[in-house]
């Protein structure tokens, strides 16, 4: 397969799979379902993840939250879900799931919100519902309330660790500059060290996939079996990236 083919394939997945998550979520009645990020201009390229808003009366977004991972799965099989209290939406939840497809993985993030509390940010496009919602920056729980954090376990730090380093497959092959996103990287894995008694090796981190081959080989260690599962797969996705664009 050549890199055009590979494109074509990924855009087409990934056109498929949006076109699941809008018909899933309709299904359960929201007010409405907005886009964001480079997806409400036809997408970056290829790599580009799927952002998605979707807003339900207040009332209703209790028993929506106690079914997403059901909802989940029914989308696409799932790798990875990494939930964020500290970037979800006041009563709602943020999720970053990366999705099994036919022709590899994928991220969306997810954010679930209630009516009260939706704010629109004004580049979303509508895809279902009311477009009428307040338009503004999203106020997200981060801002509410600075005292709330993210628990911790060993799977849910693993899992975020894992979310990044296959974020980090678009950053190498987009050549990101500057450091921010690899200080990201850094924390997490020095944190994740440093929470379960250096469970992990300690590595000097870049963003190539020589860093992220080494990343993943320390985490099957210490990982569950659905883990090593999404291990495997971002792995053999990496390994095909890096033979089309090296």
């Not at 899933?24 to 009645?29: A, E, I, P």
């Given at each position: 397969m050549d890199r055009e083919?590979?494109?074509q394939k990924r855009i087409e997945c990934r056109k498929q799979l949006l076109e699941k998550i809008i018909d899933?979520?309709?299904?359960?009645?929201p007010v409405a379902i907005h886009q964001f990020g480079s997806g409400t201009t036809g997408f970056k390229d290829e790599f580009s993840d799927i952002d998605i808003w979707i807003t339900y009366e207040d009332d209703k977004v209790d028993d929506m939250l106690k079914q997403l991972s059901n909802i989940f799965r029914d989308i696409?099989?799932?790798?990875?879900?990494?939930?964020?209290k500290s970037w979800s939406p006041v009563g709602g939840s943020a999720n970053s799931v990366i999705h099994d497809t036919e022709f590899g993985p994928f991220v969306v993030d997810y954010y679930i919100s209630k009516l009260s509390e939706t704010v629109i940010k004004d580049?979303?496009?509508?895809?279902?519902?009311?477009?009428?919602?307040?338009?503004?920056i999203w106020r997200l729980n981060k801002e509410v309330d600075k005292n709330m954090h993210d628990s911790h376990t060993l799977k849910k730090d693993v899992d975020?660790?894992?979310?990044?380093?296959?974020?980090s497959i678009k950053g190498i092959v987009r050549k990101w500059v500057g450091d921010d996103f690899v200080n990201i990287l850094r924390t997490v894995h020095k944190d994740?060290?440093?929470?379960?008694?250096?469970k992990i090796k300690r590595r000097r981190i870049s963003l190539s996939f020589r860093s992220d081959y080494r990343l993943l080989s320390d985490l099957y260690h210490i990982a569950n079996k659905n883990q090593r599962r999404a291990i495997s797969k971002i792995r053999r996705y990496a390994k095909q990236v890096e033979a089309l664009h090296t």
């Open positions: 083919e590979f494109r899933t979520f309709k299904s359960l009645h696409a099989p799932v790798l990875i879900r990494h939930h964020s580049d979303s496009k509508i895809l279902f519902g009311d477009d009428s919602l307040k338009r503004g975020l660790l894992l979310d990044l380093i296959f974020i994740l060290r440093k929470r379960y008694d250096r």
